[in-house]
C-alpha cells in the first residue's frame, strides 16, 4: 500500500523494531492491524518469542479480540508461498511483500512454530499486566501472591457486610470536637464518600482548607485505608490500587525494575489516550533503562473521551514527549472505514473548532479517504444529512423535544429501510441516553426491533427485578432471612406466578398465626397459589443440588421467566438484561468467590440504582437496530448512523458529599452544592475547562463510526446554542445554525422532517408458521403458569456435550462453543449444499467466539472438523434429502406432563412427502454410541414427540443425529406402537 498518503508513516510505525514509536492513530486508520503487523515482525523477521512481547489493550473483551487478530494472521502467514499473491489489507499480506523474498520461506517454518504456541501470547489489560508483576514479586510489594483484581463487587460486599463497623472506627480516629461542629450527614453518605476515598492513594488533608473541610479529608483518608485494607486482607485489591501498589514496586526497588525491564524486548499499548498517569509512570519506569524494552505506543487524543475514568491529556502528551525523544512520532490519517464523502464535512467541521490548547485540546489531524476505495459511479450522493425541527411552539416542554426527536429518528429509520439497509446496519447513538424512554416508545409503535446498551439503567429494569425476587425466593426461609417473605410476594405477583391480589389476599388469611409467607397452602381452599408454591419448593430443592454458579442460568432458562419477557414489546432488549443479570451473578459466584446468598443480595441492594450497571447488550445484531451512548460505540462501526440528542445541554452531575484528591494530592471536598472547599472550587473550574474539550472530541468519535451515511438530528432552537459544545461546533465549522437558513455545504444535506411516516408492520421476532403459532399457543394455554424446562438451555447445544477424551484437547468452553456454533449452522441452512452449510461460519463463529471468550481459530476448527466429515455418511445422505420436506427449525415446544409444564426448542421438525413427522435431535457428542445415546437421551426426545403428538394429532418418529459420527439413531416412539 505504498500509495496510501501515509505510507511512510506507517512504514516507519511497523519497520522501526529497535526503536520506540508513538503512533497517533486517527478514526477507521487500522492501527489494530498496523500494531499487530510490527508484533509479526518481530516474532517472523527477528525470531523473537511470544513470552518477551507484550500487547496491552484498554478492554478483556478487546485483548481477546487482539489474540484472535494475531492468530489468524500468523496462520495467513504460514499459508502464504513464493507462487502466492499477499494480501495488502492484512497485516501477513503487507510483512510478506516488504520482506527480503530470501527470508520468506525461512520466515514460513517460523509461523508454523508460533502458530502451535499461541497458548504462551502475552495480551492483557494493563490491571492484569501489573497484577502478574505484583504476584512475581508479592513479598516485596505486601500482597498476597494469590490475591485477586476486584472492579468493585467485592467493595460493595465488603460496605454491605462491614461498612458500619469500618466507619464507626474511622471516626473514633477523628477528634470529637470536630465531629460535632461538622454539618448533619447521614451515615449512607459518609459509607459513600470512604468507598470513594479508598479507590485513590493515599491523600493529604490541606491546612489551608476550614476546620470542617479538613474534618471530612481526615474522615476519607482514614475511612478510605481502612476499607483498603480489610479489602487486601480478604485477598482482593481493587484496580487503582493495582497500579499505585505496582509504581511504588517499581520506583522503590531497582532490581526489581531492572529484572522486569529484561524480562521483555516489546510491549505494544493500544488506546494510550485513554491511559491514567499512574499507567503512565509504571511504562516510563519499564521504558527508563539499559535493557528496557522497545515500546510501541498507539492511540489518538482526538478520541480521549473517557476522563471519568481517569484519562488525562496533558500526562498523555508529557509521557509522549518523553517517548518521542528516544524514539519517533507517526500520524495515520487513512480511514478505511467511512466514504470520502462523509470525510470532507467531518474534516472542515473539526479543522475550525479543534483548536490546541496543551493539556486540554490535541491539534486536529485531519483523515485522508482511502485512494483505493471503490469510486462512485454517478453523481456523488449526500453522504450526511442535518436533519432540523426548530422547537414549534415557544416554551415547548423537553418530554415534547423528546418526542418529536424520536419520531424523526424513526422516519430516518423507515427511510434506510426502504432503501434496502437492514436493522443491523443502523446504530443510533445519544450522548447520553436520558431520552431513551421517549425512542422506547416511538420505536415500540413504528415496530422497530432495538437494543440498548450503555445507559445506566440496568437495575431499574422490571425484568431484573423478577429475577432478584425470584431467585431470593428459591434460597428459602434459611438463606433468604427477612427477604424470604417479600421475595415470595414478589414472585408470586411477577408473570411466572400468575397469582391475582384477591387469590394472594386469600392465601394470607389461611395461613396459622405463626406461619411464614411462604408456607405451603391447602391445595382445596388456595389452588392457585399451592401450585405457585410447589413449583418453588421443586427450584429450591434444585437450589440444594445444584453448582452455585450454575443456578441463576438454569433458574432462567427452567422458570420460563426469559420466555415470557421475550413475548413483551422489545423482547429483545428484555431477554438481554436477564442474560446479562444470570452471567454477572454466575461470574461474582465463579471469579469473585461470593456465595450464591452473597451474589443475590448485592444485586438486591442495587435494584432501583441508576449509576451501578449499563443494560445488556442483545447478540440479535443482524435483526435489530442499536441504541447507544457515544461512549459505548467507541471504537464500533455501522453502514448506517444517526446522532441524535444534538441540542442536549451537558449536565455537571450530582452535587451531594464527595472527596478527590487535586492534582498536588490534597483531598478537595465538596459537602453540597453550596459547600466546597477552596480546592474543590479549583478542581470545578480546571474540570469545565476540560469538559467542554472532550465534548468536542465526543462529538469527533460520534461523527466517525458511520461507514456509508451520517445522519444528525437536532430539534432545538437557537436559546439551546450557547453553552452548548455541540451546536457551538457546527455553527463555527458549517455555519448552522437551528432557526437560521440552511448552510449549502458540498456533501450535506440540510433539510426538515417529512411528514408523519408509515408505521412498519415488522417484528423483530419474526413470523412464525402457523404450526410453530399453533402447538405454542394450545400447549400453553394447557399448562399452568410455572413452566419447567426441558433443558437449561435447548438452543444452545452447549450442555449436550459430553466428556471428550483426554488427549483430544477439546476442552468442555470449546466443546460447548462448538456445539452452539453447528447447531447455529443447522439452524439458518437451506439444505441445499454443504458449501451453503459452512458459508455463514466465520461470521456466526465469531460472534459466538467472542460471547463465549473461546480462540476463534480453535472454534471454526474444531467445528469444520465435524462438518467435514458428515458427506459420504447415511446422516448426510438423509440431509441433503430434506431440501425439499416440510421442516420447522428451532421450533418452540410446551408440554403438559404430570401437573408441570415443560419448554425447550426442537432442533429439527421436518416431513418428507407422503411421509410422517419426524423429531430430529442434533448431538454433537464426541464418539457417542447410538445405543448410549438412545440410553442418555431417550427421555428428553420422549417428551418432544408428546408435545408434537399433541399439537398435530398423530405421533412423530423420532431421531438422533449423531453429527461427530454421521449417524442416525432412531428411538422407538408411540407411532412404533400404534
Known amino acids: 500500500m505504498t500509495n496510501l498518503p501515509d505510507a511512510e508513516a506507517r512504514e516507519t510505525a511497523v519497520a522501526n523494531l529497535g526503536s520506540n514509536v508513538v503512533v497517533v492513530a486517527g478514526a477507521g486508520s487500522g492501527k489494530t492491524s498496523l500494531l499487530i503487523e510490527r508484533l509479526l515482525g518481530y516474532l517472523l523477521l527477528e525470531e523473537g518469542s511470544l513470552r518477551r512481547a507484550c500487547a496491552i489493550t484498554f478492554t478483556r473483551k478487546a485483548a481477546a479480540e487482539m489474540l484472535d487478530r494475531l492468530t489468524e494472521e500468523v496462520e495467513l502467514f504460514s499459508q502464504l508461498a513464493a507462487d502466492k499473491q499477499a494480501d495488502p489489507a492484512t497485516a501477513a499480506g503487507r510483512l510478506w511483500e516488504r520482506m527480503d523474498p530470501k527470508k520468506r520461506q ?14 504462551e501470547a502475552q495480551i492483557s489489560t494493563i490491571h492484569s499486566f501489573c497484577s502478574g508483576l505484583l504476584r512475581r514479586w508479592a513479598q516485596a510489594a505486601g500482597v498476597s501472591p494469590g490475591f485477586e483484581g476486584d472492579e468493585g463487587n467485592s467493595l460493595d460486599l465488603l460496605v454491605q457486610k462491614r461498612g458500619a463497623e469500618i466507619l464507626g472506627g474511622a471516626l473514633k480516629e477523628i477528634d470529637t470536637e470536630a465531629l460535632d461542629a461538622l454539618p448533619p450527614i447521614n451515615d449512607k453518605a459518609l459509607l459513600e464518600m470512604i468507598r470513594k476515598a ?13 476546620v470542617h473541610f479538613a474534618t471530612f479529608g481526615q474522615l476519607a483518608a482514614t475511612g478510605g485505608d481502612r476499607l483498603r485494607t480489610a479489602l487486601c ?10 497500579l499505585q501498589r505496582t509504581r511504588n514496586l517499581l520506583a522503590e526497588h531497582e532490581d526489581i ?43 489518538d487524543p482526538k478520541q480521549s473521551i473517557y476522563r471519568f475514568r481517569g484519562a488525562d491529556l496533558k500526562a498523555y502528551e508529557l509521557f509522549c514527549q518523553k517517548m518521542n525523544s528516544k524514539g ?32 486540554i485540546q490535541p491539534a486536529y489531524d485531519p483523515v485522508e479517504p482511502n485512494p483505493f476505495a471503490k469510486k462512485e459511479s454517478k453523481k456523488e450522493p449526500t453522504r450526511i444529512r442535518v436533519v432540523n425541527q426548530p422547537p414549534l411552539i415557544e416554551k415547548e416542554l423537553l418530554g415534547d423535544l423528546r418526542d418529536r426527536e424520536a419520531g424523526i429518528v424513526v422516519q430516518e429509520i423507515q427511510r434506510m429501510r426502504a432503501e434496502g439497509t437492514e436493522w443491523g446496519q443502523i446504530l443510533v447513538l445519544l450522548p447520553r441516553l436520558t431520552g431513551l424512554q421517549n425512542l422506547v416508545q416511538a420505536f415500540h409503535e413504528a415496530g422497530i426491533p432495538f437494543t440498548a446498551g450503555g445507559g445506566k439503567t440496568f437495575y431499574k429494569q422490571q425484568e431484573v427485578a423478577d429475577f432478584v425476587a425470584l431467585l431470593t425466593a428459591c434460597l428459602g426461609p434459611a438463606q433468604a432471612g427477612e427477604d424470604y417473605s417479600t421475595a415470595v410476594l414478589a414472585f408470586l405477583r411477577s408473570p411466572i406466578g ?24 391447602s391445595k382445596d381452599e388456595c389452588p392457585d397459589v399451592y401450585q405457585a408454591l410447589n413449583q418453588l419448593e421443586g427450584w429450591q430443592k434444585l437450589t440444594l443440588s445444584t453448582p452455585e454458579d450454575e443456578m441463576p442460568r438454569l433458574l432462567l432458562d427452567q422458570s420460563g421467566l426469559g420466555v415470557l419477557w421475550a413475548m413483551r414489546k422489545n423482547g429483545f432488549q428484555a431477554l438481554a438484561n436477564l442474560e446479562k443479570a444470570a452471567e454477572s451473578l454466575s461470574a461474582l459466584v465463579r471469579e469473585s468467590r461470593f456465595t450464591l446468598p452473597e451474589a443475590i443480595g448485592l444485586m438486591s441492594n442495587r435494584l432501583g440504582s441508576g449509576d451501578d450497571a449499563e443494560q445488556g447488550t442483545s447478540e440479535e445484531g443482524k435483526e435489530a437496530v442499536t441504541v447507544l451512548t457515544v461512549h459505548k460505540a467507541k471504537g464500533l462501526e455501522r453502514e448506517r448512523v444517526i446522532l441524535a440528542g444534538i441540542q442536549e445541554k451537558q449536565t455537571s452531575g450530582k452535587s451531594g458529599l464527595n472527596v478527590c484528591p487535586d492534582s498536588d494530592g490534597y483531598w478537595a471536598v465538596r459537602i453540597n452544592s453550596k459547600e466546597k472547599s477552596p480546592l474543590w472550587e479549583n478542581l470545578e473550574e480546571e474540570d469545565a475547562k476540560h469538559n467542554r474539550a472532550e465534548r468536542l472530541r465526543l462529538l469527533y468519535v460520534a461523527m466517525t463510526r458511520a461507514k456509508e451515511e451520517l445522519v444528525l438530528v437536532q430539534t432545538g432552537g437557537d436559546s439551546r446554542v450557547e453553552g452548548n459544545v455541540w451546536l457551538e461546533a457546527l455553527e463555527t465549522g458549517w455555519e448552522f445554525r437551528p432557526e437560521g437558513p440552511p448552510p449549502e455545504i458540498r456533501g450535506i444535506l440540510f433539510t426538515a422532517p417529512e411528514g408523519k411516516a408509515a408505521t412498519i408492520a415488522s417484528s423483530s421476532q419474526g413470523t412464525p408458521s402457523a404450526k410453530e403459532a399453533l402447538s405454542a399457543i394450545n400447549a400453553w394455554a394447557d399448562s399452568p403458569p410455572k413452566p419447567v424446562a426441558l433443558n437449561a438451555s435447548p438452543s444452545s447445544i452447549a450442555h449436550q456435550i459430553s466428556s471428550y477424551p483426554p488427549d483430544s484437547g477439546i476442552g468442555g468452553e470449546l466443546a460447548a462453543a462448538t456445539g452452539t456454533l453447528i447447531h447455529k449452522l443447522f439452524e439458518i441452512w437451506d439444505f441445499h449444499s454443504w458449501e451453503s452449510l459452512k458459508k455463514p461460519m466465520d461470521g456466526e463463529g465469531a460472534e459466538i467466539a467472542e460471547k463465549e471468550c473461546v480462540p476463534l481459530n480453535r472454534l471454526l476448527t474444531r467445528a469444520a472438523d465435524i462438518l467435514d466429515r458428515l458427506p459420504g455418511t447415511p446422516l448426510g445422505d438423509l440431509l441433503l434429502t ?11 415446544a410446551l408440554h403438559k406432563k404430570d401437573g408441570k409444564s415443560w419448554q425447550g426448542f426442537i432442533d429439527l421438525l421436518y416431513r418428507e412427502k407422503g411421509g410422517p413427522w419426524v423429531v430430529a435431535d442434533f448431538k454433537t457428542d464426541a464418539s457417542l454410541a447410538p445405543e448410549d445415546a438412545v440410553a442418555q437421551y431417550r427421555a428428553q426426545l420422549d417428551l418432544y414427540g408428546e408435545t408434537i403428538h399433541a399439537a398435530l394429532g398423530e405421533p412423530p418418529e423420532l431421531k438422533i443425529f449423531l453429527l461427530d459420527t454421521g449417524v442416525i439413531a432412531d428411538i422407538p416412539s408411540q407411532r412404533a406402537n400404534q
Open 106 to 119: 525461512r520466515a514460513v517454518v517460523i509461523a508454523e512454530k508460533v502458530l502451535s504456541s499461541m497458548d
Open 198 to 210: 479508598s479507590q485513590f492513594p493515599p491523600t493529604k488533608i490541606s491546612k489551608k482548607d476550614p
Open 233 to 242: 486482607e480478604e485477598g482482593w485489591l481493587g484496580f487503582d490500587d493495582i
Open 257 to 299: 525494575r531492572i529484572f522486569e525491564q529484561a524480562r521483555w524486548d516489546h510491549l505494544l499499548v493500544d488506546e494510550l489516550q485513554d491511559t491514567d498517569p499512574v499507567q503512565y509512570e509504571i511504562l516510563n519506569l519499564l521504558a527508563e533503562g539499559q535493557k528496557s524494552p522497545t515500546l510501541f505506543l498507539v492511540g
Open 328 to 359: 519517533s512520532r507517526v500520524v495515520l490519517t487513512t480511514n478505511f472505514r467511512s466514504r470520502p464523502e462523509l470525510l470532507r464535512p467531518v474534516n472542515d467541521l473539526f479543522a475550525t473548532t479543534m483548536a490546541e490548547e496543551e493539556g
Open 498 to 521: 400468575g397469582i391475582k391480589d384477591q387469590a394472594l389476599f386469600d392465601y394470607k388469611q389461611s395461613l396459622p398465626e405463626n406461619a411464614v409467607f411462604g408456607d405451603l397452602p
Open 882 to 892: 430434506l431440501r425439499q420436506a416440510e421442516k420447522y427449525p428451532e421450533l418452540p
